[in-house]
Nanobody
Framework: QVQLVESGGGLVQPGGSLRLSCAAS????????MGWYRQAPGKRHELVAA???????KYADSVKGRFTISRDNAKNTVYLQMNSLKPEDTAVYYC????????????????WGPGTQVTVSS
């Protein structure tokens, strides 16, 4: 069993900052890509940022220069530092990871966390 658990969401004023964390636990042999998606009310899931096992990152255009994704492979944890937050960043943020539980698996499984609410409002 593999679990992803996010933390760090909350209410913040426009221009403020938040740091999201997501720890993977359980039977883990290897983690490939990790990332963050978000879903605002009435909208589809949107990829916010992703990072591969080598540390290469990619970002949605809407967050470039404001958000930074990073990971600690020793802790099986991915982070999202969010600065200069805007009301349009309000959404439920989901952590994702591609994980193999054993060395015998051919493919990585896709895992999602339950989500954490981020609200940007004055």
């Amino acid at each position: 069993q593999v679990q992803l658990v996010e933390s760090g969401g909350g209410l913040v004023q426009p221009g403020g900052s938040l740091r999201l964390s997501c720890a993977a636990s359980g039977s883990i042999f290897s983690i490939n890509d990790m990332g963050w998606y978000r879903q605002a009310p009435g909208k589809r899931h949107e990829l916010v940022a992703a990072i591969n096992s080598g540390g290469t990152t990619k970002y949605a255009d809407s967050v470039k220069g404001r958000f930074t994704i990073s990971r600690d492979n020793a802790k099986n944890t991915v982070y999202l530092q969010m600065n200069s937050l805007k009301p349009e960043d309000t959404a439920v943020y989901y952590c994702t990871a591609e994980i193999k539980s054993t060395a015998y698996e051919l493919y990585y499984g896709d895992y999602w966390g339950p989500g954490t609410q981020v609200t940007v409002s004055s």
